[in-house]
């Protein structure tokens, strides 16, 4: 089956989730592609999709499912077209976080109104800080479940001192209340809305990213794998500039440069006649052994 183009009609952005585990970060991106699918703007995404946590992919136990790799999804915006990090709560894939929260334009911050900020929720705002990721937006999440509205303010209170405490500005940070769980139960109703103001704050919120289209190609390789019968793709990031079918780039890094030619870009699996610094891309590379690239 021949695979679908990718149609760039709208401003791409890069964003994802952060926050504690269990506080409902891959509950809330599977939302999200729920309520936007439910206007036409996405393809819906099941949690476990999301959640990719199989026994292939690492641990899990009986109770918990743990998000171990990143995992892309992508979803519109009335405006904007967006790739979206699910991104690890976990505190051993810190490292996972690193190279999916580098990548963002900003970040959701998910945390439970039940629990409040927990210690991941602080390590997540100082990493966020630490990696350049410059606006936050916070989705207090199972806020159905807290019988005091008194509680969720103050659990507001304190998340936005926590930001302020890390330099984000906490008192302009658009908080949106909601339960991702009752957003995908009911998708184009009232369980939806919080999902509908959070990409209205995004939208609003986050400035459109500046993109070094112009200066020469980087893409920083962040995983390589080949394709039985077609070659290796390398993934990652275009920093800047911008790459097409048939054109010539150079692979450096640990060992010896070396010159190839791309056969094809991909983004979401879909193919791209271009890739643009922003963009979150596959690249099959001619004539390239995966152990050649590090």
Do not use: W
């Amino acid at each position: 089956m021949a695979k679908e183009k990718f149609e760039r009609t709208k401003l791409h952005v890069n964003v994802g989730t952060i926050g504690h585990v269990d506080h409902g970060k891959t509950t809330l991106t599977a939302a999200i592609t729920s309520v936007m699918a439910a206007k036409g703007l996405a393809k819906y995404i099941p949690y476990d999709e999301v959640a990719k946590a199989s026994a292939a992919q690492g641990r899990r136990d009986d109770t918990k499912i743990l998000t171990i790799a990143t995992s892309h999804v992508e979803y519109q915006s009335e405006k904007r077209h967006y790739a979206h990090v699910d991104c690890p709560g976990h505190a051993d894939y810190v490292k996972n976080m690193i190279t999916g929260a580098a990548q963002m334009d900003g970040a959701v911050l998910v945390v439970s109104a039940v629990d409040g900020p927990m210690p991941q929720t602080r390590e997540h705002i100082l990493l966020a800080r630490q990696v350049g990721v410059p606006y936050i937006v916070v989705f207090l999440n199972k806020v159905d479940v807290v019988e005091d509205p008194e509680m969720v303010d103050l659990v507001e209170e304190e998340v936005r001192d926590l930001l302020k405490k890390y330099e984000f500005p906490g008192d302009k940070t658009p908080v949106i209340r909601g339960s991702a769980l009752k957003a995908i139960q009911d998708p184009g109703g009232e369980g939806g809305k919080p999902i509908v103001e959070l990409m209205e704050a995004l939208d609003s919120y986050i400035p459109d990213p500046k993109r070094d289209i112009d200066k020469p190609f980087i893409l920083a390789v962040e995983d390589v794998f080949s394709i039985t019968g077609r070659g290796t793709v390398v993934t990652g990031r275009i920093e800047r500039g911008k790459v097409k079918v048939n054109e010539e780039v150079e692979i450096v890094g640990l060992k010896d440069t070396q010159k190839t030619v791309v056969t094809g870009v991909e983004m979401f699996r879909k193919l791209l006649d271009e890739g643009q610094a922003g963009d979150n891309v596959g690249l099959l590379l001619r004539g390239i052994d995966k152990e050649a690239v590090e």
